[in-house]
């Protein structure tokens, strides 16, 4: 099974600076997708970046971008030029591709991010 | 453009009572439907998907149930909720298996 493995519980950042959330999974499948997730205060997921594992170029969404190493299995997200309003819950998310019946995210347990002015 | 809302927003239900949470998507047919659950300081745990009317997959064994009775709508439902039902309940939809887009969310709390 599958599984999403977020070590970070908290990380801080001061405002305009750079901050990278780290992510790793476990699988023995080939062709998957990757997510990031934001939950501010509100609980609402909102969607931040999405990578698919047979394309070689990392996803990249205005001050959001990732580092997708698949050989290691790691999916980490840079934040460039913090926000206050990017102070969040963070999940890293999996989805198989393997089969139709197997449609669910598996997600890790979530970082916290506090963004310092 | 695309949009999902639940209701009720919060909801406090003494043990024993029964549930009815419900999310409704526009704009868009035919949508995959998703109920999750996300405990206090935890991550999403998937209870329920839908890929069309009448057709629910269930991914926990518990005291919760799921029903489509539309194309558009999706009920999570409880005859006799219990303590442990307590949690923040998530619903998602998806096109065609792809990316899930969540709705705002319903915290429940049993008392």
């Known amino acids: 099974a599958q599984t999403v493995t977020q070590s970070q519980p908290e990380m801080s950042v001061q405002e305009a600076e750079t901050v990278t959330l780290s992510c790793t999974y476990d699988?023995?499948?080939?062709?998957?997708?990757l997510f990031w997730y934001k939950q501010p205060p509100s609980r609402q997921m909102i969607l931040v970046i999405r990578?698919?594992?047979?394309?070689?170029q990392n996803a990249t969404e205005n001050r959001f971008s990732v580092n997708f190493q698949k050989a290691a299995k790691s999916f980490s997200l840079k934040i460039s030029d913090s926000q206050l309003g990017d102070a969040a819950m963070y999940f890293c998310?999996?989805?198989?591709?393997?089969?139709?019946?197997?449609?669910?995210?598996?997600f890790g347990t979530g970082t916290r991010l506090q963004v310092f002015p | 453009s695309q949009t999902i809302h639940q209701w009720p927003a919060t909801l406090v239900q003494p043990v024993g009572s029964p549930l009815s949470l419900e999310c409704t998507v526009e704009?868009?047919?035919?949508?995959?439907l998703y109920w999750y659950r996300q405990a206090a300081g935890r991550g999403l745990q998937l209870l329920f998907y839908s890929v069309g009317i009448g057709q629910i997959s269930s991914e926990v064994p518990q005291n919760l149930s799921a029903s489509r009775p539309q194309d558009r709508q999706f009920i999570l439902s409880s005859k006799k909720l219990l303590l442990s039902d307590s949690g923040f309940y998530l619903c998602?939809?998806?096109?065609?298996?792809?990316?899930?887009?969540f709705g705002p969310g319903t915290r429940l709390t049993v008392l």
């Open positions: 998310a999996y989805r198989s591709l393997g089969s139709y019946n197997t449609d669910k995210l598996i």
């Open positions: 990578q698919e594992a047979y394309k070689q």
């Open positions: 699988t023995s499948e080939s062709d998957y997708y």
């Open positions: 704009g868009t047919s035919n949508p995959n």
């Open positions: 998602a939809w998806s096109f065609d298996a792809d990316t899930q887009y």
